[in-house]
């Protein structure tokens, strides 16, 4: 008599984003021909630049020709991508060998599927704001109680508040599994050293571990700003960081990302190496490689040119995010993030709860966008827009914006 | 204080397939220069056919212009897709809908992740031999204690032998997963719609689960014999399938595979219904969908054109199969399989364990295999040679078989 995971009834509601598609998608059905402006969720809407459409053309042709023809790649990556990702963080100083980078489909699925390698009764900490993947993951695997309404019960919410600087303050009670997001979705507020430096303490003291997601690191413009934990002292032996193609290179659907375990990261019941190996039988049994294809489109994404045409396209998002910022900034509306992320977080304005004002946004300005609680209790009142999208349907958007939004 | 998921260290023994490649490459090491002829890995060796690679150029040029380009999917795999494999079905008779079909980056994986829906407290069967993934799974989630050099106390083993013609008899225990693959791999064998019934009629009485994996459907060329177990009535309420491109494209390193969970299926406490959505939730968490390029690669190998190239493909391995069996079969060993599957299974000759034929095989013929043992206990004492290779590979592989080796 097979039974089900009940954790899974345990999830407060439907995932974020499938809500949105439907409220968005009842809208249309009821107001059809309208055509309505997303800066909903965080996906990329430029086409590839032309030289990773070249690499991963050049993957195709491998494939049709018996001396490049490859199969089974191994799980954890191609070698010369996870030598081309050992270089790129040399050239920030970082020392981190290809072993510790494992090559896979996501940072989504990585950052979810991290957990199962640690014990089930760990005590897991979250951004308040955070993506919801952390918490429902945890939910799924049984870390969690029930929802309150106000988080579940068993995880421990690190409020993200305009008088943190939406980053948080260490936890009072004592944690096991720290996710930290920087550039952070949603806030777009980016940690700074000495921020990160007070959790990377707090892990090495109490023999935590930290999820750093760091996969929007490319935004980062300001020199003084940690694109990688690693960048921290004594973050080795304490981290895993996860990173991704998806928005560095514009390529979204394509799917590849990394995940960095170093050698030295240890548990309270573990030597240096373990959870290394750990990962990697994972990835052994749960996962059999990304797609060569993709790869060879990561590799290209790599080469300097392919470095310079992504930069750019990282750059006009940006100039998104400014359009976004200054448009509301113009009508009154409180804004952080933007600068050094693609996500303009707002404060709902009129005391609106986040779902009153996409309900608002998409019915008074046909613009999608995200509500901040759906990222957590602390989002409540708040609200993501997104930055990518193109050029022509972003200022349209913030010109609606400006002018049909009753507030 | 965090803690690792301790049912990592039940784990019996590396992955078969990387201790494979150490053995291997350790003998290369010690004998530098020599070629070693592969018939271990199930893994496609010839170059893709040209209408699935005109499919992924295809997937890649859409993604380089404004009008085509695409972000993330859907999780569950892009609608086209889902409709072409329901396509598909109906051409054999089978009714199941696009919204039944979840698309993936791997069989492996999913049949790897589908236990995560079900309580941990499922009783789990699996034949012996199996595809060591199932039993590994289960093992990392808690549903097996420690190994004892017989397999894993708390797993339920159901021997497949020459004596039951590789399908097993049914279990005397209630069991509640149940894992059933065919055609077989390691041993070959495919079930016919008799046996699969049994299995059927077992599952719906006990409010069991059937896990089916059919990878290797495309091998089947009698007409009699059932390549999806939805062939067998009853099956939609009890069974969740999967398939894969990996082998019916020649397409391993590119990753694609479908699963297919019927809305009928259902637990002894869930409704119709609830398995479904449950998986929906699953890889909306923890997967983000199969890249995009390769769905349209995907598409294309489903395209009449598509399926004639890759069918002829099908036949070449089998031929080569055929080949295997022939020049074993010449030099008095007993095999199984191959004939509606790329694996031939031998009985080791001489009374030899399967790790010892593995060492002579490879150095006394140069030929590298799989030892049965490694897919169970009651692999013991067989060898699986996979027909995937070069044709000139295979010749000459037999051919060393059969001037070498020592019985």
Chains 1, 2 share one sequence.
């Not at 407060?12 to 107001?31: H, S």
């Not at 790649?73 to 970082?94: I, K, M, N, V, Y």
């Not at 977080?345 to 004002?357: A, Q, R």
């Not at 008074?364 to 930055?387: D, N, Q, W, Y």
Request: some cysteine; glycine content about 10%.
């Amino acid at each position: 008599m097979a039974r089900i995971n009940k954790n899974y009834d345990r999830l407060a509601a439907g995932y974020l984003f499938p809500e949105i598609a439907r409220r968005t998608n009842l809208y249309l059905e009821k107001n059809p021909g309208t055509e309505v402006l997303r800066l909903g969720i965080g996906d990329t809407t430029e086409p590839i630049v032309s030289s990773v459409l070249d690499g991963l053309h050049h993957g195709v042709d491998q494939l049709g020709s018996v001396d490049t023809y490859s199969g089974y790649g191994p799980s954890e990556g191609l070698l010369s991508l996870r030598q081309a990702l050992s270089d790129l963080h040399a050239e920030s100083g970082l020392s981190i060998e290809p072993s510790e980078f494992f090559v896979s489909d996501g940072a989504k699925s990585d950052s979810a599927n991290i957990q199962g390698i640690f014990s089930e009764d760990c005590i897991v900490a979250v951004q308040d704001p955070a993506y919801p993947v952390y918490v429902d993951s945890n939910v799924i695997a049984g870390r969690a109680g029930n929802s309150t309404g106000e988080g579940y019960e068993g995880l421990v919410y690190m409020p993200c508040t305009a008088e943190n600087d939406f980053f948080p303050d260490l936890p009072s009670e004592k944690v096991d599994l720290i996710y930290l997001c920087s550039p952070n979705n949603p806030t777009g507020a980016v940690a700074t050293k000495e921020q990160l430096k007070s959790f990377v303490d707090y892990a090495n003291e109490h023999k935590a571990v930290i999820f750093f997601d760091s996969a929007y690191a490319s935004f980062i413009t300001d020199p003084n700003l940690p694109r990688s934990i690693f960048e921290i002292e004594g973050a080795d032996s304490c981290s895993i960081e996860f990173n991704s193609f998806s928005k560095t290179a514009g390529f979204t659907g394509v799917r590849l990302a990394w995940t960095i375990v170093p050698k030295a990261c240890r548990t309270e019941d573990s030597e240096p190496g373990k959870l290394h190996s750990l990962w990697t039988r994972r990835q052994n049994t749960f996962f059999n490689g990304a797609s060569n294809v993709v790869q060879a489109g990561g590799i290209a994404a790599l080469s300097p040119e392919g470095r310079r045409q992504t930069d750019e396209q990282v750059s006009f998002y940006l100039e998104n995010a400014r359009i976004i910022n200054d448009g509301l900034k113009s009508m009154g509306i409180t804004t952080y993030g933007g600068g050094n992320a693609p996500y303009v977080w707002l404060k709902s304005p009129g005391g609106l709860t986040s779902w009153e004002l996409f309900d608002k946004l998409l019915n008074e300005c046909k613009v999608v966008g995200t509500p901040g609680s759906g990222f957590g209790p602390a989002g409540e009142g708040f609200f993501r827009l997104s930055a990518f999208g193109h050029r022509d349907n972003v200022v349209r958007a913030v010109d609606s914006i400006k002018e049909n939004l009753v507030i």
